[in-house]
């Protein structure tokens, strides 16, 4: 009777263990979360002066995986978009981006898996550049916009850590702002630009904390003609969790592009803010 009863209890375990095991695979996995946050200021005969403030941000987080076997499809959108507005000036764009990135991997037993890539970066709408007056426009949708795709091995038996790195050409695509696009050795002004090079990108989450989460990206380009030149984007996300909706968020971007400027540029934004996991 106690063999029965074990042999069983084997068979229900195994089969609860396999179910549970294949539970993500071959079917699309899809994740959405989505935030806004507010900052204001408000005076009123306030004798020690100070002015009036407005400024909030909305991001969104899109991200659908497919996963068998043999092979993996990752998809990610994400965008934001800010304003602010200080007294009596105008509304200020602070956040205005649009990222979407799409890997393919095939899993051949080794540890590194070949992969192919492709990613598209551009901003949202109209962008400014408010140190002069009037302030100047520099940007706009897909103006420019870059596009680019990689092949090579990625590596993610890590846990926390994905990493890859592969041959890749970039598109630059502009319109009426074609100093990212031009070709400076040349006569003409090109609005489309085709790079070569290699490409690395270095995806990493970790929960520093129980309410601290910190994610990070690392993205560095090349070209073949001036492999001593690279360009650099380092994305940085810590999130302090409050509660299940109200959570304080650190962004931190570090980016080094030639093309745009000799300087290392940086952006950096503290925000409290709504947060709502849809998926």
């Known amino acids: 009777m106690r063999n029965k009863f074990l042999i069983s209890f084997l068979i229900f375990y195994s089969i609860l263990f396999a179910q549970k095991k294949d539970s993500t695979l071959n079917k699309w996995i899809p994740s959405f979360v989505a935030g806004i946050n507010i ?39 994400t965008g934001k978009f800010g304003r602010t507005k200080l007294g009596d000036t105008d509304l200020r764009t602070t956040a205005n981006e649009i990222f979407m990135e799409n890997v393919f991997s095939l899993n051949i037993g080794w540890s590194v898996n070949p992969f192919i890539s492709n990613q598209f970066r551009t901003q949202v709408t109209v962008g400014y550049n ?46 009426e702002f074609k100093k990212y696009s031009d070709d400076p050795t040349t006569t003409d002004i090109e609005n489309f630009k085709f790079e070569t090079g290699m490409e690395t990108v270095t995806d990493a989450k970790f929960q520093i904390a129980e309410n601290l989460k910190w994610i990070t990206k690392l993205r560095l380009f090349t070209r073949f003609e001036n492999i001593d030149v690279w360009d650099v984007r380092w994305d940085n996300t810590f999130t302090g969790k409050v509660n299940s909706w109200l959570s304080v968020k650190l962004d931190f971007i570090l980016l080094y592009e030639k093309a745009q400027s000799l300087r290392t540029q940086m952006q950096q934004a503290l925000q409290l803010g709504i947060v709502y996991k849809f998926i």
């Open 130 to 175: 408010y140190k002069v007056n009037p302030a100047e426009k520099i940007a706009n949708f897909f103006d420019p916009g870059y596009i680019t795709q990689s092949l090579g091995f990625t590596y993610d038996k890590a846990k926390n850590i994905r990493t890859r790195l592969g041959i890749a050409i970039q598109e630059t695509f502009t319109k």
């Open 39 to 77: 900052s204001q200021v408000s005076f009123t005969n306030w004798a020690k002066g100070g002015d009036n403030s407005l400024s909030w941000t909305v991001t969104g987080d899109f991200g659908l995986t497919f996963k068998s076997e043999k092979w993996m499809i990752r998809n990610r959108l």
